[in-house]
Each structure stands twice: as structure tokens, then as C-alpha cells.
């Protein structure tokens, strides 16, 4: 309630005049400290917002879980216990559920980048009721990214899917079913919290990105990496802003935080994403870890997991209360393809021309009044 009522009194503050105008706003992030999502890219985007708001909206970055988890960081925000946070929907589906339902839908194969783009056009543009959700939950939301294909990370040395039958397997979204085909038991947790329960033994591995090795501390509790791409899902959602908080800022601040967010997503893919991909894989290589090749028995798993998903996906988010879920799949699916021709034959490698590409196709086409 404290910084509801300081979040209300910068609100007034503002409708004073120019020299009111200066303020610090709280964004709640609950990876840990040093994890390259809040060091790169959410740091770099805070700084190009002072700059082109002439330091009138100035983000303070509270890290660690400080202020909320990631399943308690909707409320927070909805509440004014901060002003804005990083928002997971599978931590909160019944707040969230068209939001959960995109998290849901496995895109297959390992175009990342393709995939990152997908996910921002569907959260901007295609999803009209997940902008209803985040409204009725006193929330603004916009700027999606993922992680690269997710891979199982074990203690011990597992090699096959058969090894994985009956051990206990940290996932959320889509990684829930896939864990499931693979004969092991799912545990939903923030991957932050997984790292102590590997240490204990109460948990045998994670599905995720390899980067989390490093981002989470894996690499000293797992010791086995399984390289078969089994599914990237997302977005999770950056700017996850208060309502009044949003409403309070002149139309030039919330066009500023909308022309950047291209720029914060490309950050984050390159740079927060596949840059520290490499990295966790080097030190985990240096430490001894083993790589096996998962082959064909995890495709397999994959081709299950895409035939089902679809429509277990559909009746999901229809139970929850999603009007037209149909429409928002297909919609993710179509722009999934659409991107992959993007990246191929424009894109590559170059964050640059990722960039211009997240521009022109998806916030170029936001108008931050309509959010």
C-alpha cells in the first residue's frame, strides 16, 4: 500500500508542471542480481528512456525478488507494490490466460530468433485479450522475448529418455506436457528456485535455457545436458506496468517506452540470450559436464507433444475463460513462419537488422495510447 500511495503522489506531482516532472519509478525484477536480463538489457533500456525522456522518468531496478517472486509479481504490480516488473503468465494463468495459452504453444524446432519475433507480434498484435487481461488486472503490458531452444539439464549422467522415466523435472508452459511425454514427473517452480532444490536432491533436472547454467547457478548442481531442442515458449513480458503509473506519464514518455522496446528486444536476444548461451556451455564444457545427444527418441517426443498441443491448448484457455483462443494460435503459428522467412532471408545473424524488423513488423503498428 506504501508505494501505491507514493506511486498516486508522483501522479499528482506530475499534472504540477515541468519541474515536477522528474521522478524515480520501481521496477521489480525477481532473477537474481546478476542475471544478463537485468544486467544487459533491462539496464540499457532504463538508460535510453532517461535519455529520451531528458531524465523525467528515471527506473530504479530492485533484482533478487526483493520486492515479489515471479508468481506474486501481477499482484504487486496491480497493487502499486512496485510500478513495474518482468511477468511469467504460467506463474499466474488464472490472471493471465491468453497470455498462458501463447506460453503454452511449443514453437518446434531451434529458430530462435524467429521465434522471439513471433512472440512480440502476437503479444502487440494479435492478442487482443491478453491487452483486456493485463487492463482488468490494473496493468499495462508490452515487449516480449524467449529463451533459445529448451534443453533438459540433469544431476547425474541420464542419456536416453528412458532415463528420464520417473525422475522429477522443473518445467512450466508447454514444458509441462513435454515433461510428461518423456514418462517424468513435471514440478512447477520460478528456475531460480529449482537451483536449491537440484542441490537437495528433491529435484532432478531442468527444462530450460542452457544460459540458466550461469544465469541460475546450475552449472554447480547439474552435471548432464541433454542437446535436443525440445520446444521454446514465451514471452515473458518485460514492461509489466501499472495502470495509473502508465496513464500518469505524458504521451512522449510512453511513445519513448514503446519506439525503444525493438531495441531492448534485440539486446536481449543477442546479447542477454544467445551471447550467454555460448558462454554456459564453454564453462560448463571446462567443468566437466556431458553433452549427449538426444537424437531421434527426442524428436519423437516433439512430434507427440505438436500434434496434441494445439487443441489441449484451445480447451485449456477456453475453460479459463479466452473468447476466441483459435484465432490468437493461429495467429502465433502464422507469424512464427512468417519470421522464420524474415530472419532467413533478411536477418541472419546481424541484431541490427533484428531490430529494424521487430520495427517495422510489430511497433511500428503499437500505438501506446490504445494499450
Request: charged content about 25%.
Amino acid at each position: 500500500m506504501k508505494r501505491l500511495v507514493i506511486t498516486l503522489a508522483a501522479a499528482a506531482a506530475l499534472a504540477q508542471g515541468p519541474a515536477a516532472m522528474a521522478r524515480e519509478l520501481i521496477y521489480g525484477s525477481w532473477l537474481g542480481a546478476n542475471n544478463a536480463t537485468n544486467t544487459v538489457t533491462l539496464t540499457r533500456y532504463f538508460d535510453m528512456i532517461r535519455e529520451r525522456t531528458g531524465g523525467s522518468i528515471e527506473w530504479k531496478l530492485v533484482a533478487g525478488g526483493q520486492l515479489a517472486n515471479g508468481p506474486g509479481t501481477p499482484e504487486a504490480v496491480k497493487n502499486g507494490l512496485m510500478d513495474a516488473g518482468l511477468v511469467m503468465a504460467p506463474y499466474q494463468p488464472r490472471m493471465l490466460p491468453a497470455t498462458n495459452m501463447i506460453f503454452s504453444q511449443s514453437l518446434i524446432g531451434d529458430d530462435f530468433v524467429a521465434s522471439v519475433g513471433a512472440m512480440n507480434e502476437v503479444l502487440m498484435l494479435g492478442c487482443p485479450e491478453c491487452h483486456e487481461e493485463f487492463g482488468r488486472n490494473n496493468a499495462v503490458g508490452f515487449g516480449g522475448y524467449g529463451v533459445s531452444p529448451y534443453l533438459f539439464m540433469c544431476r547425474g549422467n541420464p542419456r536416453s529418455v528412458e532415463d528420464l522415466k520417473g525422475l522429477k523435472i522443473r518445467g512450466s508452459g508447454g514444458g509441462v506436457n513435454i515433461i510428461e511425454l518423456a514418462g517424468a514427473t513435471p514440478v512447477s517452480m520460478p528456475p531460480n528456485e529449482a537451483t536449491s532444490a537440484l542441490e537437495r536432491g528433491t529435484l532432478d533436472c531442468v527444462l530450460g535455457g542452457v544460459q540458466w547454467l550461469i544465469s541460475f547457478g546450475y552449472l554447480d548442481v547439474v552435471d548432464t545436458v541433454i542437446q535436443a531442442p525440445m520446444g521454446m515458449g514465451g514471452p515473458p513480458v518485460l514492461m509489466y506496468v501499472n495502470r495509473e503509473v502508465w496513464e500518469s506519464m505524458t504521451p512522449e514518455e510512453r511513445r519513448a517506452h514503446v519506439e525503444l522496446m525493438p531495441d531492448a528486444v534485440a539486446i536481449e536476444v543477442f546479447e542477454a540470450q544467445m551471447a550467454k548461451d555460448r558462454a554456459a556451455i564453454e564453462a560448463a564444457r571446462k567443468k566437466g559436464f556431458t553433452f549427449v545427444e538426444g537424437g531421434e527418441p527426442f524428436a519423437e517426443i516433439m512430434r507427440e507433444r505438436d500434434a496434441v498441443q494445439y487443441g489441449m491448448n484451445v480447451e485449456n484457455a477456453r475453460a479459463a475463460g479466452v473468447k476466441e483462443p483459435e484465432k490468437i494460435l493461429d495467429y502465433y503459428l502464422s507469424a512464427y513462419e512468417k519470421w522464420k522467412r524474415i530472419v532467413a532471408e533478411e536477418v541472419g545473424d546481424d541484431q541490427a537488422k533484428f531490430r529494424e524488423a521487430l520495427w517495422r513488423e510489430v511497433y511500428s503498428k503499437v500505438d501506446p495510447e490504445a494499450l
